[in-house]
T-cell receptor, first 116, second 113 residues
Framework: KQEVTQIPAALSVPEGENLVLNCSFT??????LQWFRQDPGKGLTSLLL?????REQTSGRLNASLDKSSGRSTLYIAASQPGDSATYLC???????????????FGKGTKLTVNP | KAGVTQTPRYLIKTRGQQVTLSCSPISGHRSVSWYQQTPGQGLQFLFEYFSETQRNKGNFPGRFSGRQFSNSRSEMNVSTLELGDSALYLC????????????FGQGTRLTVV
């Protein structure tokens, strides 16, 4: 059974700091991994999608890496801003051809606070 | 291009009642999935529909059901509501079912009193 873990559960940093959020998963048989952002009481906003054959994806100040063999992904946020404060969730999509179930499996998220 | 639309945004229901939530996917997307989010359990998969057929179902009681219409819009229904059903219900839209990016709506906040 695929399990996704995100550490730390909460993180508080001063504005301008570069930071790394971690995501680990137990089964390397995945199609892709997605990072999402969730503001309080709101839905999920897709930030980055990394296919299983890719090593990283970049969008603006965000860079996500994937090491499928070790079951790890990181989300790097450069020059953090107060507007980056939110909960960040990672999710993996198991590979059906290897017996996975067609559904996203989510971590519990990292709550990020960027202080002005 | 319009995003995923969920209605209503907020609902308050009494124990024992039933409720129907609606999700309109992104135009052209044929796969709709539903998730329940609670503080204790996080995001849990409810079910997935593609071309009006339920393809996958999570580990929820039979009180939770859904359907998809020919225009890909989907509804989920919860009967005989319990206090523990209070949650944020999120709908995700994808162009197909396999190896594709998921786009989420704003969710429906259901409170059962």
């Amino acid at each position: 059974k695929q399990e996704v873990t995100q550490i730390p559960a909460a993180l508080s940093v001063p504005e301008g700091e570069n930071l790394v959020l971690n995501c680990s998963f137990t089964d390397s048989a995945i199609y892709n991994l997605q990072w999402f952002r969730q503001d309080p009481g709101k839905g999920l906003t897709s930030l980055l999608l990394i296919q299983s054959s890719q090593r990283e994806q970049t969008s603006g100040r965000l860079n996500a890496s994937l090491d499928k063999s070790s079951g790890r992904s990181t989300l790097y946020i450069a020059a953090s801003q107060p507007g980056d404060s939110a909960t960040y969730l990672c999710a993996v999509l198991p590979d059906l051809t290897q017996g996975g179930s067609e559904k996203l499996v989510f971590g519990k998220g990292t709550k990020l606070t960027v202080n002005p | 291009k319009a995003g995923v639309t969920q209605t209503p945004r907020y609902l308050i229901k009494t124990r024992g009642q039933q409720v129907t939530l609606s999700c309109s996917p992104i135009s052209g997307h044929r796969s709709v999935s539903w998730y329940q989010q609670t503080p204790g359990q996080g995001l849990q998969f409810l079910f997935e529909y593609f071309s009006e057929t339920q393809r996958n179902k999570g580990n929820f009681p039979g009180r939770f059901s859904g359907r998809q219409f020919s225009n890909s819009r989907s509804e989920m229904n919860v009967s005989t509501l319990e206090l523990g059903d209070s949650a944020l219900y999120l709908c995700a839209s994808s162009p197909r079912t396999t190896n594709t990016e998921a786009f989420f709506g704003q969710g429906t906040r259901l409170t059962v009193v």
